[in-house]
């Protein structure tokens, strides 16, 4: 009968590198970001939404996205997590993780919600769940990325 | 469909977080030989392998299944569509019966996970790098997102999230396989440590490793042996971006569309028109007790605003059908393989075979998918009637 103490384990390690090819329509999203500072969406000719970020094609439809069309700077927020546990490789908490619908876009936009103490996780949920208006709020140098922003909640 | 298409044999691993005697070739080895045996079926026989594993960078390692080679010399796919793997698998196998182009396939997954230091780095790889994956999301904060989504919506408390999952730690007391054997009341959840509000780490699925196996056959095969017919069987998927499923008149993001389609097409195969009464067993893909929440109305068990009162229902209705007899995926969660396992424990219900966790008179049974940020649904009705 082997024992655990028989059994054998090896160490292993995935680490490779990447580079990521964004495509043409996600290519001049990230230039509106860092070079106006403004959020863009792709309206799809056939359903008519506004799809944001921008996309190439309406999956819903499958038909090639229309005229760019700029959305925000404020919205609702749609939901939230306040991210409470740290998790290897990912940033330490409290983190606030939401999606919002910016004014003029038809879908909901993933980001983080800053410029709120989350550390009343209660509290910050209670708030929250009251769908406040949110803003784009972009750092002083866009780098074309989708950090460029994030949302900050609209006060008063 | 040409043929009707019944499970004969079934083989499971035990599920739980090391598997460290088994090499994962040996830990499918053993799955198969079990489901051969259960069947009373030689390898030889067997005309097609379908083999389901999700990403490879859960185990780290590339193409898995290929290390155990099945019945070498017949044909092999494999299969990965994330969280519905295990079932995409075995329907691909179902398929492959029902044509005529095999008379007995057999249908296994693997999860090897327990070899991953951890699992939430690797989640967030599935997400889009243009867009999103830049951001924390993982399996549990886009179950939180959700949570706090029915909170807000439906009225559910964390306290109705804590009842689910002492409900599901409950039964798997009685399930050998279950990684988890702990008797945790909604008070041991709730007080267990937030991980991405409104989610406490009891409520969260383990991260398990195991794999199971079915035999599938044709009529003729089956002839006059007890079988759990599948007698209804789809898949359906959905947009991608998580975004996009908010603001739109078929359904938001929590109303699993791509499981209201899934059912509403196998459950007029099965001849299904009442659930809530035709149903006896149902074994959810939910590996969070929102999970769980969102499929109550995708199956047509009670209206989305009824879901928190249909919680409490559970425990006093006792015409209602029984969820997740074996403790579902938060006692076990090994990700490649759980949408199969839920085929296996409805079949093992269906077939009287299930132990310590037979619910009595089963007749039909259901078992749910649910995969890539609920992007895929899929739905099995088994029943131990030959479909007509």
């Given at each position: 009968m082997t024992t655990a103490s028989d059994l054998i384990t090896i160490k292993g390690n995935w680490s490779f590198d990447y580079t990521y090819f964004a495509g043409e329509t996600a290519s001049r999203f990230f230039k509106e970001l860092r070079e106006h500072k403004r959020v863009m969406g792709t309206r799809c000719p056939s359903c008519e939404r506004v799809l944001v970020p921008a996309r190439a094609f309406c999956d819903a439809c499958f038909c090639r996205t229309g005229d760019w069309v700029e959305v925000g700077p404020q919205g609702v927020l749609e939901t939230f997590t306040v991210i409470t546990a740290a998790f290897p490789g990912l940033p330490e908490p409290p983190v606030v993780l939401a999606y919002a619908t910016l004014d003029g876009a038809d879908t909901a936009l993933v980001n983080l919600i800053t410029g709120l103490d989350a550390s009343d996780v209660a509290g910050t949920a209670e708030r929250l769940m009251a769908q406040p208006r949110v803003e784009l709020r972009f750092i002083d140098e866009p780098q074309g990325r989708i950090t460029d922003f994030s949302f900050e909640i609209v006060q008063g | 469909?040409?043929?009707?298409?019944?499970?004969?044999?079934?083989?499971?691993?035990?599920?739980?977080?090391?598997?460290?005697?088994?090499?994962?070739?040996?830990?499918?080895?053993?799955?198969?030989?079990?489901?051969?045996?259960?069947?009373?079926?030689?390898?030889?026989?067997?005309?097609?392998?379908?083999?389901?594993?999700?990403?490879?960078?859960?185990?780290?390692?590339?193409?898995?299944?290929?290390?155990?080679?099945?019945?070498?010399?017949?044909?092999?796919?494999?299969?990965?569509?994330?969280?519905?793997?295990?079932?995409?698998?075995?329907?691909?196998?179902?398929?492959?019966?029902?044509?005529?182009?095999?008379?007995?396939?057999?249908?296994?997954?693997?999860?090897?996970?327990?070899?991953?230091?951890?699992?939430?780095?690797?989640?967030?790889?599935?997400?889009?790098?243009?867009?999103?994956?830049?951001?924390?999301?993982?399996?549990?904060?886009?179950?939180?997102?959700?949570?706090?989504?029915?909170?807000?919506?439906?009225?559910?408390?964390?306290?109705?999230?804590?009842?689910?999952?002492?409900?599901?730690?409950?039964?798997?007391?009685?399930?050998?396989?279950?990684?988890?054997?702990?008797?945790?009341?909604p008070e041991d959840i709730l007080a267990s440590p937030l991980l991405a509000w409104p989610i406490h780490r009891f409520e969260a699925c383990p991260m398990s490793e195991g794999a199971v196996a079915l035999v599938l056959a044709s009529e003729d095969v089956i002839g006059d042996r007890d079988a759990a017919w599948m007698q209804g069987f789809a898949s359906r998927s959905d947009a991608y971006a998580m975004g996009d499923r908010f603001h739109r008149p078929e359904g938001t993001l929590v109303d699993l569309l791509s499981l209201q389609l899934a059912a509403k097409q196998a459950y007029a195969d099965a001849g299904i028109d009442d659930p809530r009464r035709q149903l006896d067993v149902v074994e959810l893909y939910s590996p969070f007790s929102s999970a769980e929440a969102m499929t109550y109305p995708a199956l047509g068990l009670t209206e989305a605003h009824d879901g928190p009162a249909f919680v409490e229902a559970q425990e006093v209705d006792l015409s209602l059908p029984r969820f997740n007899p074996s403790g579902g995926p938060q006692a076990a969660n090994p990700v490649s393989a759980t949408a199969m396992v839920r085929i296996a424990e409805c079949a093992l219900q269906v077939l009287e075979r299930a132990g310590d966790r037979q619910v009595e008179d089963v007749r039909r049974a259901v078992a749910t998918g649910q995969g890539g940020a609920t992007q895929f649904s899929t739905l099995c009705v088994l029943g131990s009637d030959r479909p007509e």
């Amino acid at each position: 009968m082997t024992t655990a103490s028989d059994l054998i384990t090896i160490k292993g390690n995935w680490s490779f590198d990447y580079t990521y090819f964004a495509g043409e329509t996600a290519s001049r999203f990230f230039k509106e970001l860092r070079e106006h500072k403004r959020v863009m969406g792709t309206r799809c000719p056939s359903c008519e939404r506004v799809l944001v970020p921008a996309r190439a094609f309406c999956d819903a439809c499958f038909c090639r996205t229309g005229d760019w069309v700029e959305v925000g700077p404020q919205g609702v927020l749609e939901t939230f997590t306040v991210i409470t546990a740290a998790f290897p490789g990912l940033p330490e908490p409290p983190v606030v993780l939401a999606y919002a619908t910016l004014d003029g876009a038809d879908t909901a936009l993933v980001n983080l919600i800053t410029g709120l103490d989350a550390s009343d996780v209660a509290g910050t949920a209670e708030r929250l769940m009251a769908q406040p208006r949110v803003e784009l709020r972009f750092i002083d140098e866009p780098q074309g990325r989708i950090t460029d922003f994030s949302f900050e909640i609209v006060q008063g | 469909m040409s043929t009707r298409v019944g499970i004969l044999g079934v083989g499971q691993t035990s599920y739980r977080r090391h598997h460290a005697d088994k090499s994962s070739a040996e830990l499918i080895f053993e799955a198969v030989e079990a489901a051969l045996r259960d069947a009373d079926v030689d390898v030889a026989d067997v005309d097609v392998v379908l083999a389901g594993v999700a990403p490879d960078a859960l185990a780290g390692e590339n193409s898995v299944e290929r290390t155990a080679m099945i019945g070498a010399g017949k044909p092999l796919l494999r299969i990965n569509t994330g969280g519905v793997t295990g079932s995409s698998t075995a329907f691909a196998g179902a398929s492959y019966v029902a044509s005529g182009r095999a008379r007995i396939a057999l249908v296994f997954a693997l999860e090897r996970m327990g070899q991953a230091t951890t699992s939430q780095q690797v989640f967030n790889t599935i997400f889009d790098p243009v867009y999103e994956k830049d951001f924390p999301l993982t399996t549990i904060t886009m179950a939180a997102l959700r949570a706090s989504m029915l909170m807000r919506m439906y009225g559910y408390t964390e306290r109705h999230w804590a009842s689910i999952a002492s409900r599901n730690y409950r039964n798997a007391l009685r399930n050998p396989l279950a990684h988890i054997h702990r008797d945790l009341s909604p008070e041991d959840i709730l007080a267990s440590p937030l991980l991405a509000w409104p989610i406490h780490r009891f409520e969260a699925c383990p991260m398990s490793e195991g794999a199971v196996a079915l035999v599938l056959a044709s009529e003729d095969v089956i002839g006059d042996r007890d079988a759990a017919w599948m007698q209804g069987f789809a898949s359906r998927s959905d947009a991608y971006a998580m975004g996009d499923r908010f603001h739109r008149p078929e359904g938001t993001l929590v109303d699993l569309l791509s499981l209201q389609l899934a059912a509403k097409q196998a459950y007029a195969d099965a001849g299904i028109d009442d659930p809530r009464r035709q149903l006896d067993v149902v074994e959810l893909y939910s590996p969070f007790s929102s999970a769980e929440a969102m499929t109550y109305p995708a199956l047509g068990l009670t209206e989305a605003h009824d879901g928190p009162a249909f919680v409490e229902a559970q425990e006093v209705d006792l015409s209602l059908p029984r969820f997740n007899p074996s403790g579902g995926p938060q006692a076990a969660n090994p990700v490649s393989a759980t949408a199969m396992v839920r085929i296996a424990e409805c079949a093992l219900q269906v077939l009287e075979r299930a132990g310590d966790r037979q619910v009595e008179d089963v007749r039909r049974a259901v078992a749910t998918g649910q995969g890539g940020a609920t992007q895929f649904s899929t739905l099995c009705v088994l029943g131990s009637d030959r479909p007509e």
